[in-house]
């Protein structure tokens, strides 16, 4: 075989452009590749939703990559042990109730489910707004390279539209944010201070649809409702993805 260049190249562009042109309209859009949008997107992938997932930074996995402090483990409590069997991510049992798993293992596993389910990935990819139509509802995302952000070029956005949007974006609540800047009936109230027990025993009912089209899942649901953080503590996380996989779905089906 002889390799051309040209050919390598033609590829690439011929099949992430239609990649792209596929998903300009699609059913949900995950924005955050952490570990709750991660288990979202590849739940809803799993159910034959058509959904991508949108990330800013070159690579997926959010704050699950470093564990604690660097040191690369993550803990996840009884209740989300099925969602560690479920993506087949390997952990040992600490003491009773607490498992510890390898955070790159589990982001590997992760990120394999959702790309088994047909989830699309967009990395590199920042949403930088969103639109908001006569009917009130969040039925698009306006999406730039990262790199173009980075450089502070001059350099406008292109759309796409989907029916459902999940802000999984951790911390800063991004998306949720910026329907409050704009004027949006939305609160975000920030997160508060360390609290693994509180944090992760709220999150499911701060896991909703926070505005109409929009869910929130991960800390940026914790971050909407003025929820506690929890550390290094995972298990919340996954939940709150498969949470907000399912009312996604229930959206979908109305
Ligand atoms: O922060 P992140 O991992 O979110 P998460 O799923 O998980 C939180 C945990 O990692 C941990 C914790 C709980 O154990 O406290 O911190 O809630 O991942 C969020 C991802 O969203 C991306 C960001 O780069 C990160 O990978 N992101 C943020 N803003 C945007 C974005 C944006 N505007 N467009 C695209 N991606």
């Known amino acids: 075989m002889t390799l051309n260049e040209v050919t390598i190249s033609r590829a690439i562009l011929e099949e992430q452009h239609r990649a792209l042109i596929d998903h300009l309209e699609m059913d949900a859009a995950v924005i955050g590749g952490g ?17 991508a997932l949108i990330e800013k930074k070159l690579s997926i996995g959010g704050g699950m990559w470093g564990g604690g402090m ?8 009884e209740e989300a042990r099925r969602l560690l069997d479920r993506f087949d991510i390997a952990y040992k049992e600490f003491e009773e109730g607490y ?15 959702a790309c088994d389910a047909g989830v699309e990935f967009f990395n590199l990819t920042t949403v930088e707004d969103v639109m908001i139509r ?12 990262t790199p173009v952000d980075m450089a502070g070029l001059h350099v406008d956005p292109l759309t796409m539209a989907c029916t459902c949007t999940v802000d999984a974006t951790g911390h ?13 009936a939305l609160k975000v109230k920030g997160e508060s201070f360390m609290w693994a027990e509180r944090a992760e025993s709220r999150i499911l009912d701060h896991t909703k649809e926070v505005f109409p089209g929009l869910f929130v899942t991960g800390m940026a649901a914790n971050a909407v409702a003025g929820e506690c953080r929890m550390g290094p503590i995972f298990g919340g996380m996954l939940l709150s993805g498969e949470r907000a996989a399912e009312l996604v779905a229930e959206r979908l089906r109305r």
Do not use: H
Not at 172 to 184: F, N
């Open 172 to 184: 800063d609540a991004m998306i949720a944010r910026m329907v409050e800047k704009k004027g949006g």
């Open 70 to 77: 660097m040191f690369p483990r993550i803990v996840v409590q």
């Open 134 to 145: 006569g009917d009130g509802r969040i039925g698009g995302l306006v999406v730039n390279w």
């Open 35 to 51: 570990p709750s949008g991660l288990a979202c997107a590849a739940l809803l992938g799993e159910r034959g939703v058509s959904c």
């Open 99 to 113: 498992y510890v798993a390898k955070s790159v293992e589990a982001v590997a596993k992760l990120t394999a489910a």
